[in-house]
């Protein structure tokens, strides 16, 4: 029973739970209906946050319930959900058949995201395939949530693509944006297009197929080759801006999506994903427009690497050591980001162990290793809680299992204005 010395204390205190799923009725009267049967009324205390007082329809005498939500807090989550037709017996061999079912891993995802949107979060989705993406649309459409969906995958992967998601009843929308991060380069940036009479790098063999043949890798590119911005540029992955603006309040951030080309091991490959990152901030500076940022999404790069070091210095290649793969960036404009921070390096001091921990076909180990972020801009935003993930001695096999649907982990971080 709610007395009234206890309804003081909560007051006092503020709520860590989940938030309650309310639709709204009229944004003018306040007056919202809950999806079970009750009614809620919003206004505003003099501390500046949301009394939200809620009653049974015909419940006289019921006691009101007040909850506290800081409106400078921006609660974020990032998922690669892993598209169902890359979850097949052959890219996961060891994973139990029934695991990579998509009706089984469905069910667990929306678990997962219900919680988020449970929590108010901005929800960021990569690896959504088209199937997919209808039934995302209709689980957030039924929760009051905006969705922006950008695909440019290929058949292969269900046409698979990045999804971004907002509470409509915290957040108005300000502008939205999409763009596919090549077409933004400047155009004397790409290489010309040579004839194709001439013979193709390794005849009719491709790179892995001539490293398989050879047993080491073959020679890479020298840097007058532009093999890095061939790459570059023909990754045709899309990213979706959002700057929205907190109803109520003044408060305007710009928050982003990407998922980065899955690009590992050569120098060229390294160069490519540069050349993305710093495309991506250079876009994402242009849309923020001043504004505070958050950045979330699968990076495909390890903490410390060249394009992580990027991200945190905002996109300036300056300090970074490993020259060779940085120093093809001035055909790019400079970035105007001062710096980046992440989101749990900033919260715990380091990055997590992993987000992602998956044993595909043509692995030998299974790969463990954190590949997934939330950034931000430290000058005007600081990460007050970010949810813990699993420790290495918590995980009995790859993902996908039993208890995780993706191959990757959902993170969770709450951003506080400054």
């Excluded at 015909?58 to 990032?78: N, Y």
Aim: aromatic share 10%; proline share 6%.
């Amino acid at each position: 029973m709610l007395t009234k010395q206890s309804l003081t204390q909560l007051q006092k205190k503020p709520w860590s739970g989940q938030a309650l799923a309310v639709r709204p009725r009229s944004m003018a009267s306040g007056t919202f209906l809950l999806e079970n049967g009750r009614r809620t009324m919003m206004k505003r205390t003099p501390s500046g946050h949301r009394s939200i007082s809620v009653r049974e329809f015909g419940g006289a005498g019921s006691a009101p319930l007040i909850i506290r939500c800081d409106e400078k807090d921006v609660k974020l989550t990032t998922y690669n959900i892993l598209s169902p037709p890359l979850a097949s017996p052959q890219q996961f061999p060891s994973c139990d058949q029934k695991d990579l079912l998509k009706e089984v891993r469905l069910p667990k995802i929306f678990a997962r995201l219900q919680k988020a949107a449970d929590e108010e979060r901005i929800i960021a989705l990569q690896e959504v395939d088209l199937e997919w993406a209808g039934k995302l649309h209709s689980f957030f459409a039924e929760r009051g949530y905006a969705v922006v969906f950008a695909q440019y995958g290929k058949q292969t992967n269900g046409y698979m693509g990045v999804m971004l998601a907002w509470p409509t009843r915290c957040y108005e929308a300000v502008d939205v944006e999409i763009c596919r991060l090549a077409d933004t380069a400047p155009k004397n940036a790409w290489p010309v297009q040579k004839s194709k009479t001439g013979l193709a790098r390794f005849g009719y063999l491709t790179y892995d197929g001539l490293t398989e043949i050879l047993g080491c890798k073959p020679p890479e590119l020298d840097r007058n080759s532009d093999g890095e911005w061939t790459l570059a540029q023909n990754r045709y992955n899309e990213a979706i801006f959002a700057k929205l603006k907190r109803r109520g309040t003044s408060s305007v951030f710009s928050v982003g999506t990407y998922h980065m080309p899955c690009l590992f091991g050569t120098t060229e490959k390294v160069r490519a994903v540069n050349i993305h990152s710093r495309l991506l901030l250079n876009r994402l500076s242009k849309f923020a427009d001043g504004t505070p940022v958050a950045l979330m999404g699968d990076f495909n790069f390890m903490p410390g690497t060249t394009p992580y070091q990027l991200l945190e210095r905002g996109g300036s290649a300056e300090g970074i050591q490993v020259v060779k793969e940085v120093n093809i960036l001035d055909r790019l404009p400079s970035c105007q980001f001062q710096s980046l921070q992440s989101a749990y390096k900033a919260f715990y001091g380091q990055e997590p162990l992993f987000t992602n921990y998956a044993l595909s076909g043509s692995q030998r180990e299974p790969f463990m290793g954190t590949l997934d972020y939330i950034w931000f801009s430290p000058d005007k935003l600081k990460v007050v809680a970010c949810e813990k993930l699993l420790r290495k001695e918590d995980v009995r096999s790859p993902f996908p299992n039993n208890d995780e649907p993706s191959d990757h982990l959902p993170l969770n971080a709450t951003l506080r204005f400054i």
